[in-house]
């Protein structure tokens, strides 16, 4: 199975399946004497592990990160504490409560909505247990990779997400509130919607079934100049990191869709100089990438998620020898995997920026 790496300078490579003994990643391109520790990485992590509210699926996995190289301490006189060696930085976290049982009676069928059939046809044998490599448990691994790449970019770029629509329930952009999504078990981009959520998605969870979402994306701190035109465009490196997320069915940078209903003088982004001789951006309909190049303004996307095809509702599908069947999926999963994707939106920002500025860093200096 090739393609298990992304990134150019900044290089991420992921292993490992959902109930094997454990997955892992290896970070490759990380500058040297870069402050990094397990401690660094564990708060991440915890954002995006199973088991914290009965929104999410109960499999109960502390997603404790081990980092087993890249990294060195010179003892307390050195004053330094663990940095980075400039070497790859492989990092592990042991799978602690996979239940391979649940997955028996789907052995041989292919679940609608999953990689079953694709991973078989391309591949000739698939792990069905909880989808193997193409489950979301992967997604540990780029948010333990996503620590590391803010570690990189330092303080003053800061990346930011939470889930803005819940099935058909929206949050105006006027009320969206960054600050509040850590704080709900939701993590919806404004308090004042979670009671309302909470009884829709309770709904949802009761019937057995599953519902998307759409989570945004907001970054501040990046100057003006990372990414390159044409093939290495800023926006493109993004979309393509979003859609690589499991169960991301779509990506809008800046007004994406909408811009088909504007004009051209309403869409352009137009600007006057400000009092540092610096241009200020009157509006940020291009999301803060022209030419795929950053122009200093926040970077802004939308995510869209699909519903989680695993649910208890019966579905018709068929088996590998042709059997045409019904199959519903026992086992323990998100009704809406958009929530514990919110986290993962941010990793993947931090990886593609922390490559872009690498990028910019050896083009230009």
């Known amino acids: 199975m090739s393609h298990n790496t992304f990134g150019h300078l900044f290089r991420v490579t992921t292993w490992g399946e959902s109930h094997g003994p454990a997955i892992g990643c290896v970070v490759d391109g990380c500058p040297p004497l870069i402050p990094l520790s397990e401690a660094d990485l564990q708060p991440w992590l915890d954002r995006r592990k199973p088991g914290g509210s009965r929104f999410v699926t109960q499999r109960r996995e502390s997603d404790t990160a081990r980092i087993l190289s890249g990294v060195f301490d010179d003892g307390p006189e050195s004053g330094m504490g663990p940095v980075t060696t400039g070497a790859p930085i492989a990092i592990q976290i042991d799978n602690e409560d996979a239940r391979s049982k649940d997955y028996g009676d789907i052995a041989r069928a292919f679940r609608p909505g999953h990689a079953d059939y694709t991973y078989q046809a391309k591949y000739g044998v698939r792990d069905h247990r909880g989808g193997g490599r193409s489950s979301a448990r992967e997604t540990a691994l780029r948010v333990a990779a996503g620590a590391v790449a803010r ?20 949050i105006a952009p006027e009320a969206v509130d960054f600050d509040a999504v850590y704080d709900n078990a939701l993590f919806a981009a404004s308090a ?28 501040t701190g990046v100057p003006a100049g990372w990414g390159a035109p044409v093939y290495g465009k800023l926006d493109a490196d993004l ?4 859609m690589s ?16 209903e504007l004009s051209g003088e309403a869409n352009a982004d137009a600007m006057r100089l400000g009092e540092d001789g610096r241009p200020v951006f009157l509006s940020n309909h291009a999301g803060g990438v022209l030419g795929g190049i950053s122009t200093g303004q926040p970077l802004t996307a939308r995510v869209a998620f699909k519903p989680t ?14 059997t045409e069947i019904e199959v519903s999926t026992r086992g323990r999963h998100d009704p809406c995997v958009a929530l514990r994707g919110v986290p993962v939106v941010e990793a993947m920002a931090a990886c593609v920026l922390a490559d872009a500025m690498l990028r910019h860093r050896a083009q230009v200096g």
């Open 151 to 170: 570690k990189v970019l330092g303080e003053a770029v800061r990346i930011r997400a939470g889930v803005v629509q819940l099935g058909p329930h929206r």
């Open 192 to 219: 004042e919607v979670v009671p309302a959520w909470e009884a829709y998605l309770d709904g949802v969870r009761k019937a057995g079934s599953s519902i998307g979402a759409v989570v945004a994306l907001e970054v």
């Open 239 to 242: 979309a393509a990191a979003m």
């Open 245 to 260: 997320i499991n169960a991301v069915k779509g990506v809008e940078i800046g007004v994406g869709f909408g811009a088909a």
């Open 309 to 322: 095809s695993s649910i208890l509702t019966p579905g018709q599908t068929i088996t590998r020898d042709g």
